[in-house]
């Protein structure tokens, strides 16, 4: 788990109208943390400074291949079978293997996987939702830093095996938030993905403070590899790559 500190709720901010419960929607409350990246001053210098995050709402679990199917049953342009190379690599739903390019009837309830980013922000544009921003992701992750020890476990323990075939979706328990399969699951899109550290041509621009290979001169905690590697494998992506354990969900402002 993220070393995190400062985080803060405040019920008054949540007015009744954004209370109004969305469908397999949990509403996360306002806060703050320290993000995993430091943020320079005026002067130049780092520091553990907190990001404020608006209350909003988020996926319990991520985008199973039974809603994803839904989506593509009523917009037949991102079919695999109809999808532009634009948006998409060449192994695009690729596990949706049987005659009529559609998820098995055992798989409807496990987490889509080997969709682009694009496909997953159509998904979630087309259900009046938006992919989450990467600091509301990391937030809602920090579980108003609750059993911190035991999440780090698991995550380092997912990275340690090969890919393993997928469970469904809620097979474990929801952390504080009441959100699901945040680590042990997927990789997850996120709106944001690969803002936050260097591009290619920076790596000579003189600024040692950008991310470059596996670490970084400006995170809050060195010693964080699970961070380290979400970070990391982020930056890694284009917005057409696809992954057999990258998935997504989505989110919604509250007004």
Known sequence: MLILSGCLFSAAAVSAEDMVPVEDMVLIPE???TPFFLKKDNAGSSSATTTSINAFWLDAAPVTNRKFQQFVNKHPDWHKANIKKIFSDSHYLEHWQNPQGTADTADLDKPVVNVSWFAAAAYCEAQDK?????????????DNERDQENLQKQIMAWYSVPNQELPAVKTKPANGFGIYDLAGLIWEWTA???????????RNSGDKNLF???????????????AFM?????ESLKGNFTGKNLGFRCAKDTK
């Open 230 to 234: 979400r970070y990391s494998y982020r």
């Open 130 to 142: 938006r992919l989450p921003s990467t600091d509301e992701w990391e937030y809602t992750l920090t």
């Open 212 to 226: 470059c290979g596996s670490g970084s001169l400006n995170a809050s905690n060195l010693g964080d590899y699970a």
């Open 192 to 202: 944001d993905f690969n803002s936050y550290m260097a591009p290619p041509d920076s």
């Open 31 to 33: 806060g703050s943390f």
